[in-house]
């Protein structure tokens, strides 16, 4: 099993960002696939989530009309684009995937099953 995110860097505040998290070794169209991210001295929390079909997200409330999640099954890939980036935005972001509800999306860290290996976000104001 294998989260590889990608598309991490450095952006001004304001500007935007696509992650993306490429999957293999599991069934992905069997899993939601959520984003979590860690600052510094932080607990890891949750960012956005997608289920299975797509047909149902959810977004921190601090995130929430600037980043968009997005998945491709056929591609066993999910996207996260990321707009009107913020300072606070800034951390080490992780895909995720867990084989809970089939459509509902799952926020706590317990609820997955397999992470990736995580790429950084940092936003200068």
């Known amino acids: 099993v294998q989260l590889q995110a990608s598309g991490g860097g450095l952006v001004q505040a304001g500007g935007s960002l696509r992650l993306s998290c490429a999957a293999s070794?599991?069934?992905?169209?069997?899993?939601?696939i959520g984003w979590f991210r860690q600052a510094p001295g932080k607990e890891r929390e949750f960012v956005a989530g997608?289920?299975?079909?797509?047909?149902?997200?959810d977004y921190a409330g601090s995130v929430k009309g600037r980043f968009t999640i997005s998945r491709d099954n056929a591609k066993n890939t999910v996207g996260l684009q990321m707009n009107s980036l913020k300072p606070e935005d800034t951390a080490v972001y992780y895909c995720?995937?867990?084989?809970?509800?089939?459509?509902?999306?799952?926020?706590?860290?317990?609820?997955?099953?397999?992470w990736g290996q995580g790429t950084q976000v940092t936003v200068s104001s």
């Open positions: 995720a995937a867990g084989s809970g509800s089939i459509f509902s999306v799952a926020i706590t860290r317990g609820s997955y099953d397999y």
């Open positions: 070794g599991f069934t992905f169209d069997d899993y939601t």
């Open positions: 997608i289920s299975r079909r797509g047909g149902n997200t």
